[in-house]
C-alpha cells in the first residue's frame, strides 16, 4: 500500500506482463497528435468573461481531462516498481515562468489537486490562486524549499534523490515528499503557446509517477478550413504510458476529452455528473 495510491489486482495476463516487458517509463511511452478548436474554447472564453468569470486554456484542458478521466479512471493509474497501482487523488502539475531578482527568467513547477466535485470554475481559482501564491522572484514554494536544501551541502543532492528514488519504488517515500514533487502527478500539463512556441512531444519523467504528459502548442491555421477562413486550431502533443491501459480505453478516454473540449459548456457544472447539494 503506497500513501498515492493501491495496487491493482485481477488484471489481465498481458496487463501484469507488460510492466516486465517494458520496465521503464521511457520504454513504454507513445506519443499522439490532438487538436484544440481555438474558435470555440475562446469563444467560451470570452462569454464567461462578460459574466464575469475567469477561465482560460488551461483550466478548460485540465477540467476537460479530469472530467473524461473520472468516466475512464485507468488513465488515472501508474506503474512503479514494475506493479500498477490506482492512484487515491488527482491532480496535474505545469510549469510557471517568473523571473529572478536580476531580471533572468526562471521556472517554479506547481501541482493543483482536484475534487470530483470541481467544475471549470473552480480550477480556473485553483491555478489562478496558486500562480499568485508563487509569483515572488524567490523560490518560496514547498517544492523549491526541498530542492534548494538539497543543493546546499556539495554531494548531499545526489544522497537526497537517490534516496527518494529507492524509497518511492518500494513505496516508502512520505506522502508529504509525494505532495510536494510535481513528478508524482496524474497528468502534466505544458503551455509552451504562452511563449509563442510550437508544440513538442515531451516524455514521462521516470523519477516519479507521470503516466501521461499532454504540451499545449501555439495555434495555427486550421487546414481543414474553408479557403479564406481565419479558423484555428491549438496543436496538442501528447506522450502517455501504454502500460496503464489497453487502446480501446485509451481510445474512449480521448474521445470523451475531445468531446468536452468541443463543449466546454458541459464543464461549468460538476465533473463528477452529480448535482449540487443543496445549501
Not at 515531451?202 to 495555427?220: D, L, N, R
Request: glycine share 6%.
Amino acid at each position: 500500500m503506497r500513501p498515492d495510491g493501491t495496487l491493482v489486482k485481477g488484471l489481465t495476463p498481458v496487463m501484469q506482463a507488460l510492466p516486465h516487458i517494458m520496465p521503464r517509463r521511457f520504454d513504454a511511452q507513445n506519443w499522439a497528435s490532438d487538436y484544440v478548436d481555438e474558435d470555440i474554447v475562446k469563444t467560451f472564453i470570452r462569454q464567461k468573461r462578460r459574466e464575469g468569470r475567469h477561465v482560460t486554456h488551461m483550466s478548460i484542458l485540465a477540467a476537460a481531462y479530469y472530467k473524461a478521466a473520472l468516466e475512464n479512471p485507468k488513465v488515472n493509474y501508474f506503474i512503479m516498481n514494475r506493479r500498477i497501482y490506482k492512484r487515491n487523488h488527482f491532480c496535474f502539475s505545469f510549469v510557471i515562468l517568473k523571473k529572478r531578482a536580476d531580471g533572468t527568467p526562471d521556472e517554479t513547477p506547481l501541482k493543483v489537486f482536484l475534487d470530483p466535485e470541481d467544475d471549470v470554475f473552480t480550477i480556473s481559482r485553483k491555478i489562478k490562486d496558486l500562480v499568485d501564491q508563487n509569483q515572488e522572484a524567490v523560490h518560496n514554494n514547498g517544492t523549491d524549499k526541498f530542492v534548494n536544501m538539497a543543493f546546499r551541502i556539495p554531494g548531499l543532492a545526489r544522497l537526497v534523490f537517490g534516496l527518494a528514488y529507492h524509497l518511492d519504488l518500494h513505496g516508502l517515500l512520505p506522502r508529504k515528499i509525494i505532495d510536494l514533487s510535481p513528478f508524482h502527478t496524474s497528468l502534466f500539463i505544458t503551455n509552451l503557446a504562452s511563449i509563442n512556441t510550437s508544440y513538442i512531444f515531451h516524455h514521462c519523467y521516470e523519477f516519479g509517477t507521470t503516466s501521461v504528459f499532454v504540451c499545449m502548442g501555439k495555434p495555427v491555421p486550421d487546414p481543414m478550413a474553408p479557403q479564406g477562413s481565419r479558423k484555428k486550431r491549438m496543436p496538442l502533443g501528447v506522450v502517455m504510458d501504454e502500460r496503464i491501459a489497453t487502446g480501446i480505453e485509451y481510445s474512449r478516454f480521448f474521445a470523451a476529452f475531445e468531446r468536452y473540449l468541443k463543449k466546454p459548456e458541459l464543464l461549468e457544472s460538476r465533473l463528477d455528473g452529480k448535482a449540487a447539494a443543496a445549501v
